[in-house]
């Protein structure tokens, strides 16, 4: 088996995971993922899922690699690019352990435990500064648990 790996940066690790994963092929993709591992010393590996179709076993492998690359201090995203394979991961509540981002930059952005950008600072102008709030704005708290850690109350966002 061989799968698709290259370096976006020094410090992550790109895999792209092309085909439905199966009773088959699950052993060895999970083995080469696993492999890269140690030789390439990312800080980070982001597991870039290219067909829309998510199986169970696609799921257990993606967890598995996600509890080894943390065993070796390694953080991992997972880039979902079909609507339909970020349905799945959703459904099966995995959008924040897996980290899950709609792109790469957003995987990028996800292994390093930042939140998703809002929609209104992806559109944001070239040259703008991306992700800055408006001025007067209050400050939000960022990183993986940020919302979850204020209280809500009901009408306010």
């Known amino acids: 088996m061989f799968l698709l790996s290259y370096h976006l940066d020094a410090a992550h690790l790109v895999v792209e995971l092309g085909e439905v994963v199966d009773l088959d092929n699950e052993a060895a993709i999970e083995r080469e993922i696993v492999r890269l591992l140690p030789c390439c010393g990312p800080r980070a590996i982001i597991v870039h ?14 967890l598995r690699v996600r509890g080894e690359a943390e065993e070796r201090g390694v953080s991992t995203a997972v880039v979902a690019g079909s609507d339909k394979a970020r349905q799945v991961l959703g459904a099966a509540g995995l959008h924040r352990v897996l ?23 992806r559109n944001a102008k070239p040259g703008g500064r991306r992700g800055a709030p408006p001025a007067g704005a209050p400050l939000r708290p960022l990183g993986p648990y940020a919302d979850t850690s204020r209280p809500r109350f009901p009408g306010e966002r």
């Open 99 to 121: 980290r899950v981002a709609a792109t790469l930059p957003g995987a990028e952005l996800r292994s390093r435990g930042c939140r998703p950008e809002p929609e209104a600072s």
């Open 49 to 62: 899922i290219r067909t829309p179709l998510l199986t169970p076993r696609a799921l257990g492998l993606l």
